[in-house]
C-alpha cells in the first residue's frame, strides 16, 4: 500500500487522511501570510504532484499542496515545483498554467536541488530567504543527502513526509531479503543498516513507531542542526493503522510554534469526548524545540481515547 498512486491520466489518487496533510498545510500557508511581513517565504514543493488529485473514495478532486499554498499565499509568493513524472508533471503544468509567480520542473528533486539557485538565478529574481522546502514523498524519494544539503543553506525550513508504514515495510523486507530496498532506507535515514539497527532496543525485531519517529527527528535535530522539530501523526482513517508522520524542521521559533499550534488544534481539538488541549498543556506536553503528535498517550481498539494527562 502506498499513501497515493499515479492514475492512468497522470492525476495522483489519495485515500481520506492526505486531507489531514492538506488541512495542517492549509492551515501553515495561512499563518505564513499572517506573518509574511517578518517572514517573507518562498515555497519549493519538491515532491510536487499532479496539482489536484482524485479522492478515492468519493472520486472528488482535491487541491495538492502547491495549488494549496498558490490560492491561499498572496500572489507575490514565488513558488517552485518540482515532479520527477512526466504524466503527473503534465497534469501539474495544466492545472498551474493560470496561477502567477509558479515555476515549475519536470525532473529529480534530489538531482537538482544542490544546483537549483543557480539554475533558476539565470532568468528569475529568487529572494534569498526564507524558504520553505516540503518534501512529501511517499516511500523515501527524498534522500538524506538532500536534507543535508538544505539544512547548510541560510533559513531553510523543511516539512517532511516521514512514512513509518514504508519505515516499517522496508525494516521487514531488508531482514527477509537484505539486497531488497535496504540502499532505498539507508539513503532516506542517511545511515548504514548496522548504524540503523544499532539504534533500537530490540534489535532485529520492528521497533514501535514512536522509536522510529523519535530516532528521525533526533537525527534532524543532532545531524542536521535543526533546533525546532516536530511533526503529527496521520493514521488510516478507518482501520486507524499509522502511515506517516508530517515533519516540520525550522532554525526559528515562530513558524514553528504556527505549526505546533495548528497540529495540536487539528489533533486534539476535535475529539468529541476529549476537551481539546490548553496552551499551558501544548508547552509542557509539546515543547517547540521537539514535539511528536501522536496517541502516545494510548489507542484503544481503533479509537482515539481522550487526551489523558497520567499518560506523560
Ligand atoms: C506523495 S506524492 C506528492 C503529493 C503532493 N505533495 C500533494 O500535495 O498531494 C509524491 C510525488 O512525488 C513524485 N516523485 C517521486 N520521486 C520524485 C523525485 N525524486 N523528484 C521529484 N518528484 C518525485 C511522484 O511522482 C509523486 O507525484
Known amino acids: 500500500m502506498s499513501e497515493a498512486n499515479i492514475l492512468q491520466d497522470g492525476h495522483l489518487e ?3 487522511h492526505s486531507l489531514t496533510k492538506y488541512l495542517i498545510f492549509k492551515r501553515l500557508c495561512e499563518g505564513l501570510k499572517f506573518i509574511e511581513n517578518k517572514f517573507n517565504y518562498t515555497i519549493f514543493d519538491c515532491f510536487a504532484g499532479s496539482g489536484k488529485c482524485i ?11 502547491i495549488l494549496i499554498a498558490r490560492k491561499t499565499l498572496k500572489d507575490e509568493t514565488q513558488i517552485y515545483g518540482i515532479e520527477k513524472h512526466p504524466k503527473v508533471f503534465s497534469k501539474l503544468k495544466y492545472y498551474m498554467k493560470n ?36 518534501l512529501d514523498s511517499w516511500a523515501f524519494e527524498s534522500k538524506w543527502d538532500t536534507l543535508n544539503y538544505l539544512s547548510k543553506q541560510p533559513r531553510v525550513d523543511l516539512l517532511i513526509n516521514f512514512n513509518v508504514f514504508n ?8 531482514f527477509n531479503n537484505p539486497s531488497w ?36 527527528i533526533d537525527r534532524i535535530k543532532n545531524e ?8 503529527m501523526l496521520i493514521r488510516q482513517k ?26 495540536c488544534k487539528i489533533y486534539f481539538g476535535s475529539r468529541k469526548e476529549g476537551n481539546g488541549i490548553s496552551i499551558k498543556n501544548r508547552d509542557i506536553y509539546y515543547p517547540i524545540n ?9 489507542y484503544k481498539k481503533g479509537r482515539l481515547c481522550n487526551f489523558n494527562d497520567d499518560y506523560f
Open 14 to 16: 489519495i485515500k481520506e
Open 55 to 65: 479522492l478515492k473514495e468519493t472520486g472528488e478532486f482535491k487541491d495538492c499542496c
Open 99 to 134: 496561477y502567477p509567480n509558479v515555476y515549475l520542473y519536470n525532473d529529480d528533486c534530489n538531482k537538482i536541488i544542490p544546483y537549483f539557485e543557480t539554475l533558476i538565478k539565470k532568468d528569475k529574481f529568487i529572494k534569498p530567504y526564507p524558504k520553505l522546502f516540503i
Open 167 to 174: 519505515f516499517h515495510r522496508n525494516w521487514n523486507s531488508s
Open 181 to 216: 530496498n535496504v540502499k532505498k532506507l539507508e539513503e532516506f535515514i542517511g545511515h548504514s543498516k548496522e548504524g540503523i539497527f544499532e539504534k533500537f532496543e530490540e534489535k532485529g525485531k520492528v521497533p514501535p513507531t514512536r522509536q522510529c519517529v523519535e530516532y528521525y
Open 224 to 231: 542536521l542542526n535543526y533546533e525546532y522539530v516536530g511533526g
Open 238 to 263: 478507518i482501520k486507524g493503522g499509522p502511515l506517516y508522520y508530517w515533519i516540520f524542521a525550522s532554525h526559528h521559533i515562530v513558524p514553528t510554534k504556527i505549526i505546533r499550534d495548528i497540529m
Open 290 to 298: 521537539k514535539f511528536i503528535i501522536d496517541d502516545y498517550c494510548g
